[in-house]
């Protein structure tokens, strides 16, 4: 799908991130002494520093992809992404790995078998996870949101991780399908993990930079990264 094509999509996605500040995604793990009633910060403690820092990290990683968000708009899903995933207990830079390796971060992203968004979910699956959390499914626009992508994706794979009690077979599942996965595991046949180890692999490549570095543009390591992931893996069957 080209960009700004989807335009119900586009909207919903601009009145998601307008909805969030900074101060909407105080970090839940911060010491309690530290959060004023409104919920902002008003201690300048190690922990928050240690948390601005990693948002900063994460938001610098954004600019290396031709995202089509704003300053603004990455800030605040850097905050997101942040909390989202250390809630389920995985460090953001995974998740950045997957959604580099899944969209290149292009939030209107759609694949050849319906993937959509930034973490490319099938809509059935979206559907699934959508009214496992109580939520009124309203079709596939609403998985253009980046935040709502973003959460339900995370579910997803925190849903696999535990269901295959191995973070690369749960990555394998999260491309291929779990129904695949099993069969061929049921079968004692190979499971393909190129998708899995090039995930990982720019998991190691996120996690190598330093919270409090500045960035590098000529460091050849870091620069621009989209071109990298350009092929993604969008046209995974995932049944």
Known sequence: MEKGIHTSARALVVCALFAFSATDLTPSY?????????????????????????????????TQFSSG???????????????????????????????????????????????????????????????????????????????????????????LHRRFGDLRLALAAYNQGPNRVLRLMNRSEPVPMEYADKVLKAYQTYLSISPGKAFDPENPGLRRVDSAFAAGTNGADRS
């Open 69 to 159: 968000f704003s300053w603004d708009e990455e800030e605040r899903l850097s905050y997101f992404i942040e909390e989202e995933s250390r809630r389920h207990g995985y460090e953001p830079e995974l998740i950045l790995a997957m959604i580099s390796t899944e969209s290149s971060f292009q939030h209107w992203a759609e694949s050849s078998v319906g993937a959509v968004g930034l973490m490319q979910i099938i809509p059935d699956t979206g559907r699934e996870l959508v009214e496992s959390n109580r939520m009124t499914w309203q079709g596939v626009d609403p998985l253009f949101d980046p935040f709502l992508n973003i959460q339900l994706g995370i579910q997803y794979l925190k849903t």
């Open 30 to 62: 911060l010491p309690a002494e530290t959060l004023a009633k409104d919920g902002r910060v008003i201690q300048n403690s190690a922990r928050e520093r240690q948390f601005q820092a990693h948002v900063e990290k994460i938001r610098r990683i954004f």
